[in-house]
């Protein structure tokens, strides 16, 4: 299927090489059966490809972990890349799960969950938000809790206070 969107023997060797190489096909037909006109696709797929190849250094055949994500999201210093690059691997994680372990933080390990839980309840039945959209503006908030928690540590009390 990635034939039909690339004819160079040199680009389709570059493809399918790297960690997702044995995907892009399926990638491929994932992009023609949504109906992605075929500029867009090649820019997913050629997106797909450049993560693939970053990966194969540092993941190699193993799932892809998110800290590897997370390497090559913040090798982007502008944010318009870095949404493209988000964008193509949401597509690629949906196509292709099993290629990437992606841990999701138990409540226990995370002290804003209660928060966010809430603010998640707020967003459904007060704003009326659909669950993709929801989720899109909770990692927003959780993006915000992390920098502030960062950024703005609580100044130690001396002994009065």
Do not use: C
């Not at 299927?1 to 570059?14: A, I, N, T």
């Amino acid at each position: 299927m990635l034939d039909f969107y690339f004819s160079y023997r040199g680009v389709l060797k570059r493809l399918r090489g790297g960690a997702l190489g044995g995907e892009m096909d399926r990638f491929a037909e994932h992009f023609f059966t949504l109906g992605y006109k075929r500029a867009s696709a090649k820019i997913y797929l050629s997106r797909i490809a450049r993560f693939s190849q970053f990966a194969a250094t540092h993941s190699g055949p193993m799932p892809i972990h998110q800290d590897v994500i997370d390497g090559y999201l913040s090798a982007f210093t502008t944010d318009t890349p870095r949404i493209g690059a988000v964008s193509a691997l949401g597509h690629a994680r949906r196509v292709a799960p099993e290629r990437f372990n992606i841990s999701v933080p138990s409540e226990e390990d995370d002290p804003d969950a209660p928060l966010l839980a809430h603010f998640s309840d707020y967003l459904h039945r007060v704003r009326g938000l659909e669950p993709n959209t929801r989720e899109g503006v909770l990692l927003g908030g959780r993006r915000f809790l992390d920098w502030f928690r960062h950024h703005h540590r609580p100044e130690p009390r001396g002994v009065d206070g």
